[in-house]
């Protein structure tokens, strides 16, 4: 008989442990060990071979996550998304990336791929057509980000896995925004779903970590190059990310509650121009999000009238932090112009809209009174500058 797909927390929870058969223990127990005995075994295990018994077992639990035949752990966000690319392409080879993107990846794109022959294009808008434009003869990959950073965009996930298909590409998103709770692209038919899992996967600002979920042929092609740029994760974090994931779906949701009242405060806010949420009818692409998400997510951002400067804001909060990081349970704010896209010149964030005053608030799970409180103090505390001053 065939098994009713577990839920999400159940998920969560228990698939892809490694059982104690020893002990009982009511956790998996650690395998620290670098070296691991021929005899017995019919594979070569190994650390860098991303198959001691935590990362099997936390691969299984991410691609259950992620409805994804298999998985793959990593270092960091980055080395996923660097091993997934590069897997694929080859000198002469093109790739297609979304113009809203992650500072990092738009940092490895524009850094690396000279150098190694490979061309790229950045897409104008984030419509299928914007992709289908910049497609080439040589294109292998397209990439996407949905919902993105820091504007929150979002990208029709079943458009461009179609359109991917009629041109015979690998078709890539960075699903770290949404988290595997609130979005999973391979059933939109997206081939391969990278993490960082620094973000919401870890949840507590305390691991760095990455994860691929894919089909397993492509994860077993990505296995072949990976295991020579070696990017794997140790396993002592690997168990650390295996517990933070038991209550990814339980953060998750709080977070989606949270930032969804908190970007309707925002919004009747007389001293906010703009909040981009994907939560708010408002938003550009609302009836689009709602259709390929499950839940909006904990992830905004919000430009202040400009009598407000927003450093002096940031510094006025005292419960938020003004942090680098995001999704964890604590809520966090930045300004992506110092920090996320610093690397990004000034023409090109202004391309993709990314204004000086944008700030970005990562939604953590305090209670929403005590948040919106902090909001106000801080806007009453930076008493707006006279226009006529
Ligand atoms: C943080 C982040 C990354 C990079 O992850 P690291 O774990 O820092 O390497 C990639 N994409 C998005 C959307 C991120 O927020």
Same mark, same amino acid.
């Given at each position: 008989m065939k098994q009713k797909p577990k839920g999400v927390n159940t998920i969560c929870t228990h698939v892809g442990e490694v059982k104690? &058969?020893?002990?009982?223990?009511a956790v998996s127990p650690i395998y620290m060990a670098s070296s691991y005995a021929? &005899?017995?075994?019919d594979v070569k295990r190994y650390p860098r071979y991303f198959n001691t018994p935590n990362q099997e077992a936390l691969s299984k639990k991410i691609a259950a996550l992620e409805h994804t035949e298999g998985a793959l752990i990593f270092g960091s966000g980055m080395a996923a998304i660097s091993h997934a690319i590069m897997a694929f392409l080859s000198a002469g080879d093109h790739i297609v990336l979304q113009q809203t993107l992650y500072g990092g990846t738009y940092n490895f794109a524009v850094s690396q791929f000279d150098k190694y022959g490979i061309s790229y294009s950045f897409t104008t808008g984030w419509t299928a057509a914007d992709f289908e434009k910049e497609v080439r003869s040589n294109t292998k990959v397209i990439y996407i980000e949905t919902?993105? !950073?820091? +504007?929150l965009t979002i990208t029709d996930m079943a458009a461009v896995a179609e359109l991917s298909k009629k041109h015979g590409l690998v078709s890539m998103i960075d699903n770290t925004f949404a988290s595997p709770i609130n979005q999973n692209p391979a059933d939109f038919g997206i081939d391969i779903v990278i993490h960082s899992a620094t973000k919401y996967m870890g949840g507590h600002s305390d691991i760095c970590a990455g994860a691929i979920a894919a089909s397993q042929e492509h994860i077993d092609k990505i296995w072949q190059s990976s295991i020579c740029f070696g990017g794997s994760l140790s396993d002592q974090t690997v168990w650390l990310l295996e517990r933070s994931l038991k209550t990814m779906a339980l953060r998750v949701k709080a977070q989606n509650e949270n930032a969804l009242k908190m970007a309707q405060y925002l919004e009747d /806010?007389? !001293?906010?121009d703009v909040v981009y949420y994907p *939560? +708010?009818?408002? /938003?550009?692409?609302y009836e689009l999000a709602k259709s390929q998400m499950s839940g909006f997510g904990g992830m905004m951002s919000f430009e202040l009238h400009e009598s407000t400067d927003p450093s002096d804001f940031m510094k006025a909060l005292q419960l938020v932090k003004p942090s680098?990081?995001?999704? *964890?349970v604590e809520s966090t704010m930045l300004l992506p112009v110092k920090?996320? /896209?610093?690397?990004?010149?000034p023409e090109d964030r202004q391309k993709q809209g990314i204004k000086d005053g944008l700030i970005r608030f990562s939604v953590g799970i305090e209670e929403i009174e005590d948040l919106i409180e902090d909001i106000e103090q801080a806007l009453a505390q930076v008493k707006p500058k006279s226009v006529f001053a």
């Open positions: 104690d &058969e020893q002990f009982k223990g021929f &005899e017995d075994v919902p993105s !950073n820091p +504007l /806010h007389d !001293n906010i *939560g +708010l009818t408002s /938003h550009a692409d680098m990081s995001l999704a *964890g920090t996320s /896209h610093s690397l990004m010149s």
